[in-house]
């Protein structure tokens, strides 16, 4: 906001509008005016003006809000002599307005603790709001909020303090941590029973706990935790209470990290945690499934908290701490009727079959087998369908999801029990009396499961169980009818083993094949046949093909369809090679002649209509045709692929301005010259004429990415080089205009992260060619101005092209012209070493997140490997330029700080050593 500083009286016109004009027009104007307002100076005193004049809610949440937000992230415009006043002009403003609404005294609390944070001279902020507050019991409640947020706020995002003021601030609350929890028992003691004010202590207690700095000893004796789990015991107790409990007990149980060294606390927190067994059971009576769902959360913390010990030393009742009493309470909870409650538990029965799995002990297992065969009884119950479900198991529904997520739980657990033996069982218990549909349809779907985990040779149950899914009869209920035909579609590698089921299983599968309601899971069954049994599939390769031409009078999802296509190009591919180039035209011809169609055709409204469901099918058979070709063989394919040719180019050409169209283009081709390699260079030059065509105008980023996928295949062939270098240069010149408007880098991630897939393929099959071209200096420059670009892939395909083109100059892969890459990474690096090493260090302190770190390192090693000195030097320069404090004062970092982090990069023998250093380093900035 530029010009002078607008009155209050327009400022609260705007708040009101914002709030209360009918027009959705008038309110996104006085959004937007009033976002610049509090990016603009005038926003500090303008907040303050309007929390003293107490107008209204709306425009004092609006100036606390805006206090908070320009301390978080403004504080720098501040003098530090302003501190003191602002602090107390805050904690007046939190004082006089504490009854006026919730969240404006939220938003006062937060800013006066990131004011705490950020102001170095505040010393001791924790025992002074203590000696000031805590007396008078009106001030309580936005004592308690300060107290609540502050531990909050340490590790917030927003505020970028840095690790050096971050320890300090952890040290001063932890100093005076006794005297908070002192605080929270006498507030109780002088309120009673009060329902909010114990939310409020219990809330600000979780929240010094999982900041980790209350003294456990101190915590073990005191009066609270007596407090905390008799609210907990109490049938009375309401559910935000109940919840605020539970939230406080988690953060207890989270916070002991190790038992051994917190043995008092963690005795009484386990001890406390089993006094809830009957309260959960009251919780199950009434029916109060918040409270079930709470205590299920907490005997799951108790269980994660607990897990080594009950690893290392696991034992009954009152035996140390791997008492598995713990798991008792947790295999209660899978008993409820709601899946939801069990739901809760899936991740600690995940790390716990992960502990066992490493510690590879029989005797161990053997204690934990029990537990884990209850728990898949309770999770097969669990996934019954209502006894009145109609149709087929919805898989995209939320019960749909818990039984995907059971299935991938059993696959990880199931070792413990051992697949055989659970898979047996699971059958055995069909095969007892005649059970309801519904426990049959579960029983199957757990076994479905786990059937790949099955060893497939001499294994009767498997060969019984298929035998009895094939004879099942048309009139079970369709959804049994429909996880049968799942289980026999993960039960390919038994049918590989067992020739003489193959045609009964196809059959089977050809049957549900007809039914709309099955047609697809029949579909994916088939695939799973094609992928598992490849020779034995040739035999039925024209039944493939007639299913293939008549794909579309079934009832398939797309998904479905596509993945038969898979599994008959996986058959495909293991054709004697003479046959395989008439049959691979048969499987395209159906899509091609659709395409034809379409090409010729204009529906009424003008537009084309869609091809992209053909496209798709193409692309699968290309992707999945993978014959073994000897050296001197012409590819079978590479007749197919130029027959096709003319119809992709003239998709492309009609639908060059539909970019999901062609993307699907640019795979298909993608495919088509990954299947036929070195075959396809017929296709090299009028390709590339088109991509650069239609480019020029339609900068889709996926003929960059394609470009790639040449510059991968025909990038050493001499012939070759100088025509996709005259591809690249021709496609450079629309990108580096897109990328220089503004905002353009991170407006267009995808044609950044293609742009550098395609000049790393040249490094890695042509270095010379691209290093002799003009166009080079030009990708450096753009690659230095993506450093600082938040996109996952975007950046990591940056860094990947810097790392790969300096390492290019000590590879020794090819000889003949080692010396000219030497030669221009020395000269690459003399003009851009210093901008690189410090635009790097800069991004990761200032804009990247931490996960790009390693691929920042790797650049810094294959500096370092190729000129240590020089990286020496350019790193101490970029250090020497960092900010050392920031505007409140703080110490960012230290001379020492900055002496040991040179040091331990310039020093590193691995890669890893540097990423270390980095991660440690940029925490000083964050």
């Given at each position: 906001?530029?010009?002078n500083?607008?009155s209050?009286?327009?400022?609260?016109?705007a708040?009101q509008?914002?709030?209360h004009d009918?027009?959705p027009?008038?309110?996104?104007?006085?959004s937007?005016?009033?976002?610049?307002l509090?990016r603009?100076?005038?926003a500090?005193?303008?907040a303050?003006q309007?929390?003293?004049?107490?107008?209204d809610?709306?425009?004092?949440?609006?100036?606390?809000?805006?206090m908070?937000?320009?301390?978080?992230?403004s504080?720098y415009?501040l003098?530090?002599?302003t501190?003191t006043?602002l602090?107390d002009?805050l904690l007046?403003h939190i004082?006089?307005?504490?009854?006026l609404?919730?969240?404006?005294?939220?938003?006062?609390?937060l800013?006066i603790?990131d004011?705490a944070?950020q102001?170095?001279s505040?010393?001791g902020c924790?025992?002074?709001?203590?000696?000031k507050?805590?007396?008078?019991i009106s001030s309580?409640?936005?004592?308690?909020e300060?107290?609540?947020v502050?531990p909050?706020e340490v590790?917030?995002?927003?505020?970028?303090?840095?690790?050096?003021?971050r320890?300090?601030?952890i040290?001063?609350?932890?100093?005076y941590?006794?005297s908070?929890?002192?605080?929270?028992?006498s507030c109780?003691e002088?309120t009673g029973n009060?329902?909010?004010?114990l939310m409020k202590?219990?809330r600000?207690?979780?929240?010094?706990f999982n900041l980790?700095?209350l003294?456990?000893?101190?915590?073990?004796s005191?009066q609270?935790?007596?407090?905390?789990f008799?609210?907990?015991?109490?049938?009375?107790?309401?559910?935000n209470?109940h919840?605020a409990?539970?939230d406080c007990?988690?953060?207890?149980?989270?916070?002991i990290?190790?038992v051994d060294?917190?043995?008092?606390l963690a005795?009484q927190?386990?001890?406390?945690?089993l006094?809830l067994?009957?309260?959960y059971?009251?919780?199950?009576?009434r029916e109060?499934?918040?409270k079930?769902?709470n205590?299920?959360?907490?005997?799951t913390?108790?269980?994660e908290t607990f897990l080594e010990?009950?690893?290392?030393?696991?034992g009954s009742?009152g035996?140390g701490?791997?008492?598995?009493?713990?798991?008792?309470?947790?295999l209660i909870?899978t008993?409820?009727p709601q899946y939801?409650v069990v739901?809760i538990s899936?991740?600690?029965w995940?790390?716990?079959?992960?502990?066992?799995y490493?510690t590879n002990?029989?005797?161990?297992h053997?204690i934990?087998?029990?537990?884990?065969?209850?728990?898949l009884h309770g999770l097969?119950h669990h996934c019954q369908l209502?006894?009145?479900?109609?149709?087929?198991?919805e898989v995209?529904?939320d019960f749909?999801e818990?039984?995907m997520?059971?299935?991938?739980?059993?696959k990880?657990?199931?070792?413990?029990v051992?697949s055989v033996e659970?898979?047996?069982?699971?059958?055995a218990?069909l095969k007892?009396?005649?059970?309801?549909?519904?426990?049959?349809e579960?029983?199957?779907?757990i076994?479905?499961?786990?059937a790949r985990?099955?060893?497939p040779e001499?294994n009767?149950?498997?060969?019984?169980v298929?035998?009895?899914v094939?004879?099942?009869?048309?009139?079970?209920?369709i959804?049994v009818r429909y996880?049968?035909?799942?289980?026999v579609?993960?039960m390919?590698?038994?049918?590989?083993h067992?020739?003489r089921?193959?045609d009964?299983?196809?059959n089977?599968l050809?049957?549900g094949?007809?039914?709309?309601?099955?047609?697809?899971?029949?579909?994916?069954?088939?695939?799973n046949?094609c992928?598992?049994?490849?020779d034995l599939m040739i035999?039925?390769?024209?039944t493939?093909l007639?299913i293939?031409?008549?794909?579309?009078s079934?009832?398939?999802?797309?998904?479905?369809?596509?993945?038969l296509l898979?599994?008959?190009?996986f058959v495909?591919?293991r054709?004697p090679l003479?046959?395989i180039a008439?049959?691979m035209?048969?499987?395209?011809?159906?899509?091609?002649?659709v395409?034809?169609?379409?090409?010729?055709q204009?529906?009424?409204?003008?537009k084309?209509?869609?091809p992209?469901?053909?496209l798709?099918?193409l692309a699968?058979?290309?992707?999945?045709t993978?014959p073994?070709v000897?050296?001197g063989?012409?590819?079978?394919?590479q007749k197919?692929i130029?027959?096709i040719?003319?119809?992709?180019?003239e998709t492309?050409?009609?639908?060059?301005?539909?970019?999901?169209?062609?993307?699907r283009?640019?795979?298909c081709l993608r495919?088509?010259?990954?299947?036929?390699?070195k075959?396809s260079a017929?296709?090299?030059?009028?390709?590339v004429t088109?991509?650069v065509?239609v480019?020029?105008?339609?900068?889709?980023?996926?003929?960059l990415?394609?470009?790639?996928i040449?510059v991968?295949?025909?990038g050493m062939?001499?012939g070759?080089?100088?025509g996709l270098l005259?591809?690249?240069?021709?496609?450079?010149?629309?990108?580096f205009?897109?990328l220089e408007?503004?905002n353009?880098?991170r407006?267009?991630?995808d044609?950044v992260?293609?742009?550098?897939r395609?000049v790393?393929r040249?490094?890695?099959r042509?270095?010379?060619?691209l290093?002799n071209?003009l166009v080079?200096v030009?990708i450096?420059?753009c690659?230095?101005?993506?450093f600082?670009l938040d996109?996952?892939?975007?950046?990591?395909s940056v860094?990947?092209f810097?790392r790969?083109?300096?390492h290019s100059g000590v590879?020794?892969d090819?000889?003949?012209?080692c010396?000219?890459r030497?030669?221009?990474?020395?000269?690459?690096?003399a003009?851009?070493g210093?901008q690189?090493?410090t635009q790097?260090l800069h991004?990761c302190c200032?804009?990247l997140?931490?996960?790009?770190?390693?691929?920042?390192a790797?650049?810094?090693?294959?500096?370092m490997?190729?000129e240590r000195?020089a990286?020496?030097r350019w790193?101490e320069?970029?250090?020497?330029?960092l900010?050392?404090e920031?505007?409140?004062g703080?110490?960012?970092?230290t001379?020492?700080q900055?002496?040991?982090f040179?040091?331990?990069?310039?020093s590193a023998?691995e890669?890893k050593?540097?990423?270390?250093?980095i991660?440690d380093?940029?925490?000083?900035?964050?």
């Amino acid at each position: 906001m530029e010009g002078n500083k607008p009155s209050l009286a327009l400022v609260y016109r705007a708040v009101q509008a914002l709030y209360h004009d009918p027009d959705p027009a008038g309110k996104e104007q006085a959004s937007v005016w009033l976002g610049e307002l509090q990016r603009s100076m005038y926003a500090w005193e303008i907040a303050d003006q309007l929390l003293q004049l107490q107008q209204d809610v709306e425009s004092c949440y609006f100036a606390a809000q805006t206090m908070k937000m320009k301390i978080q992230t403004s504080f720098y415009e501040l003098p530090a002599e302003t501190y003191t006043a602002l602090r107390d002009s805050l904690l007046s403003h939190i004082q006089n307005l504490k009854d006026l609404s919730p969240i404006i005294v939220t938003q006062l609390a937060l800013a006066i603790a990131d004011l705490a944070l950020q102001m170095t001279s505040w010393k001791g902020c924790v025992q002074t709001l203590i000696e000031k507050y805590s007396s008078d019991i009106s001030s309580m409640p936005f004592l308690m909020e300060i107290l609540t947020v502050l531990p909050e706020e340490v590790h917030s995002r927003s505020l970028r303090i840095g690790t050096n003021r971050r320890t300090e601030i952890i040290e001063d609350l932890r100093l005076y941590s006794n005297s908070v929890v002192t605080l929270l028992v006498s507030c109780i003691e002088k309120t009673g029973n009060n329902e909010k004010m114990l939310m409020k202590v219990f809330r600000c207690l979780s929240s010094w706990f999982n900041l980790g700095v209350l003294d456990h000893n101190f915590m073990a004796s005191n009066q609270l935790l007596v407090i905390l789990f008799q609210v907990l015991q109490r049938d009375e107790t309401t559910t935000n209470l109940h919840e605020a409990a539970s939230d406080c007990v988690c953060a207890a149980l989270y916070a002991i990290e190790n038992v051994d060294s917190n043995l008092p606390l963690a005795l009484q927190l386990f001890q406390g945690v089993l006094t809830l067994e009957t309260a959960y059971h009251m919780s199950v009576a009434r029916e109060d499934l918040d409270k079930v769902l709470n205590y299920c959360r907490i005997f799951t913390e108790l269980c994660e908290t607990f897990l080594e010990a009950m690893v290392r030393s696991p034992g009954s009742p009152g035996q140390g701490m791997g008492d598995l009493r713990s798991l008792e309470l947790l295999l209660i909870c899978t008993g409820h009727p709601q899946y939801e409650v069990v739901e809760i538990s899936f991740n600690f029965w995940y790390r716990l079959g992960e502990h066992l799995y490493k510690t590879n002990d029989v005797m161990l297992h053997g204690i934990f087998r029990p537990y884990i065969q209850r728990l898949l009884h309770g999770l097969a119950h669990h996934c019954q369908l209502d006894p009145d479900h109609e149709g087929i198991p919805e898989v995209t529904d939320d019960f749909g999801e818990f039984r995907m997520r059971v299935s991938d739980l059993v696959k990880d657990i199931v070792f413990l029990v051992g697949s055989v033996e659970c898979f047996s069982q699971l059958y055995a218990t069909l095969k007892e009396g005649n059970p309801p549909w519904e426990v049959t349809e579960a029983v199957l779907f757990i076994m479905a499961a786990i059937a790949r985990s099955v060893s497939p040779e001499n294994n009767p149950t498997l060969l019984e169980v298929l035998e009895q899914v094939v004879l099942l009869p048309q009139t079970i209920h369709i959804a049994v009818r429909y996880t049968s035909i799942d289980l026999v579609g993960e039960m390919g590698e038994v049918i590989d083993h067992n020739p003489r089921f193959l045609d009964p299983v196809l059959n089977y599968l050809m049957k549900g094949l007809r039914e709309k309601a099955l047609s697809s899971v029949s579909a994916k069954a088939i695939h799973n046949m094609c992928s598992a049994c490849r020779d034995l599939m040739i035999q039925h390769f024209q039944t493939l093909l007639d299913i293939a031409h008549a794909l579309d009078s079934f009832f398939l999802s797309s998904e479905a369809a596509v993945g038969l296509l898979k599994g008959t190009a996986f058959v495909l591919a293991r054709l004697p090679l003479e046959k395989i180039a008439k049959c691979m035209s048969d499987l395209c011809s159906l899509q091609v002649m659709v395409l034809k169609k379409l090409l010729a055709q204009q529906t009424s409204n003008g537009k084309s209509a869609d091809p992209t469901v053909w496209l798709d099918r193409l692309a699968v058979i290309f992707r999945h045709t993978n014959p073994i070709v000897e050296n001197g063989q012409t590819h079978p394919c590479q007749k197919v692929i130029q027959e096709i040719w003319p119809v992709l180019s003239e998709t492309l050409n009609k639908y060059q301005a539909d970019n999901r169209v062609v993307e699907r283009c640019c795979r298909c081709l993608r495919f088509a010259v990954r299947c036929v390699g070195k075959g396809s260079a017929s296709l090299l030059q009028p390709l590339v004429t088109q991509m650069v065509g239609v480019y020029q105008q339609y900068p889709h980023s996926c003929f960059l990415y394609l470009g790639s996928i040449l510059v991968d295949e025909y990038g050493m062939e001499d012939g070759c080089r100088q025509g996709l270098l005259d591809m690249l240069q021709a496609l450079c010149v629309p990108t580096f205009q897109l990328l220089e408007q503004p905002n353009g880098l991170r407006n267009h991630p995808d044609t950044v992260d293609d742009l550098f897939r395609l000049v790393t393929r040249f490094i890695q099959r042509s270095p010379v060619t691209l290093m002799n071209s003009l166009v080079i200096v030009h990708i450096i420059q753009c690659a230095i101005a993506a450093f600082t670009l938040d996109h996952r892939d975007a950046n990591c395909s940056v860094m990947k092209f810097i790392r790969d083109l300096i390492h290019s100059g000590v590879a020794r892969d090819r000889e003949e012209d080692c010396h000219v890459r030497k030669e221009f990474i020395s000269q690459a690096l003399a003009q851009h070493g210093q901008q690189l090493v410090t635009q790097l260090l800069h991004s990761c302190c200032f804009c990247l997140p931490s996960y790009t770190l390693p691929d920042v390192a790797e650049v810094y090693f294959e500096m370092m490997l190729f000129e240590r000195p020089a990286f020496c030097r350019w790193l101490e320069n970029t250090l020497k330029g960092l900010p050392k404090e920031t505007a409140g004062g703080v110490v960012t970092v230290t001379h020492k700080q900055l002496t040991d982090f040179h040091k331990q990069v310039t020093s590193a023998e691995e890669c890893k050593q540097v990423c270390w250093a980095i991660r440690d380093f940029t925490r000083l900035y964050r």
